[in-house]
């Protein structure tokens, strides 16, 4: 990074620099065929609105299929297209969602949801005045809980945008790099996308850097109509220098092996804590060194408020016993997703720190609801609970 700072240290999205061709090359053999192109953005969110001007001005068409439950970022347009637009007091999004063109559907979580959801795509594709231009997806689902999407679901997928000549858009920009098992998501799910988003890890942090992986077909249309897209600093010099180190540094024989040895540890002291908790964790899920424990309901019980408190609380209890967690309140969800540099050791030292926390956390709750029921009583009818 800091040769490159010296030797050049900015140059504007569009101009031919080394370290951007380098890092290109280096995606696309890592992406493994048929991905033949790359563009490069910032954040993560700017990849995914990129990919869609990208299907846009490939197809001329507006219309996007996206999903609810997925996340893809807090952009104006990458905002809308995981956000929930069934309630009533959404009115502006849904105003900002037909302006976007955003036709969203349901997920489906499970092979169960497979075919009623497939169903629900097909009836939804059939009121759009014209074939979207894109579909976007997670192929696992980060943020919102760590699901695994079905294969089957992602087929049917695949093959709507191909009969339709849309852009199928896998957003990798959590599950990329290695994160779970394979340098992207796709590449263990038998389903090859027509684009991959891609951001966060490909610098592991140091320096914002995303981009998009376009197919043979969709790079040949995007040069026969280039699009002209971007801010000031997408493909920045610099960050194209972390990249290459990072990826060579993530291809290479160290971290391969240790994420070989580390996934099945980590699963298997996942599955244990779920034994020895099976009133807490209710499921285990993810892939690779991303995985989630699902929290019983009945930890906070059905009282909303209760239950954002526990969240909230199990993250500083976590933070108490040296654990960084990237807890959302609204999701009852412990994500795991350690970094590559971890050693067996410390992975055992993060599970007994979740253990305790949650054990903390279920004795905390039961003070909490038996001082309710004794408020509650005192106030009904003045008498004490023994
Ligand atoms: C799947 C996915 N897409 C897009 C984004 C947005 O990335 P950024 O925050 O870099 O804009 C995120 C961020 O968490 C993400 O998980």
């Not at 079905?150 to 000549?165: G, I, T």
Request: aromatic share 6%; charged share 20%.
């Amino acid at each position: 990074m800091s040769r490159q700072a010296t030797q050049l240290s900015y140059a504007s999205p569009n101009v031919e620099v080394e370290a951007r061709i380098a890092v290109a090359d280096r995606l696309v053999t890592l992406s493994e065929r048929p991905f033949t192109g790359v563009v490069l953005a910032s954040g993560g969110g700017e990849a995914v609105e990129l990919a869609i001007a990208i299907a846009r001005r490939c197809t001329g068409r507006s219309w996007v299929i996206s999903f609810r439950g997925c996340y893809h970022g807090c952009g104006s347009l990458s905002g809308l297209l995981g956000a929930e637009f069934d309630e009533p007091v959404d009115a502006l999004r849904q105003i900002a969602r037909k302006r976007h063109r955003i036709m969203q559907c349901a997920l489906a979580r499970s092979s169960c949801d497979v075919k009623p959801t497939v169903k629900t795509i097909r009836e939804r594709l059939s009121h759009l005045p014209e074939a979207p231009a894109a579909i976007i997806v997670e192929p696992i689902v980060g943020v919102n809980g760590f699901y695994v999407l079905p294969r089957e679901f992602l087929q049917v997928l695949r093959k709507f945008a191909s009969a339709m000549d849309a852009v199928l858009i896998f957003d990798e920009v959590l599950t990329g790099f290695w994160r779970t098992g394979k340098c992207f998501a796709f590449q263990g799910l038998d389903c090859i996308p027509d684009a991959v988003c891609f951001g966060k890890a490909v610098t592991s942090g140091y320096i914002p850097l995303s981009g998009v992986l376009l197919s043979d077909k969709w790079r040949i249309r995007l040069a026969k109509n280039p699009l002209t897209w971007g801010t000031t600093n997408f493909a920045h010099p610099i960050a194209c220098a972390a990249a290459l180190c990072v990826l060579a540094e993530l291809s290479g024989p160290t971290i391969q092996r240790r994420l070989l040895g580390l996934a099945p540890v980590a699963w298997d002291l996942a599955y244990q804590l779920a034994k020895r908790m099976p009133d807490i964790i209710t499921e285990v899920r993810g892939a690779g060194l991303l995985l989630a424990l699902q929290l019983s309901q009945s930890l906070a019980g059905d009282d909303r408020g209760l239950r954002v408190a526990t969240m909230l609380r199990i993250r500083s209890l976590l933070y108490e016993h040296g654990l960084l967690a990237e807890i959302d309140p609204a999701i009852g969800v412990i994500p795991i997703a350690p970094p590559f540099v971890i050693d067996e050791d410390h992975l055992r030292l993060a599970f007994r720190a979740i253990e305790t926390s949650l054990k903390d956390i279920a004795v905390e709750n039961s003070v909490r609801r038996e001082n309710r029921t004794r408020k509650r009583y005192q106030s009904t009818s003045g008498v004490m609970p023994s």
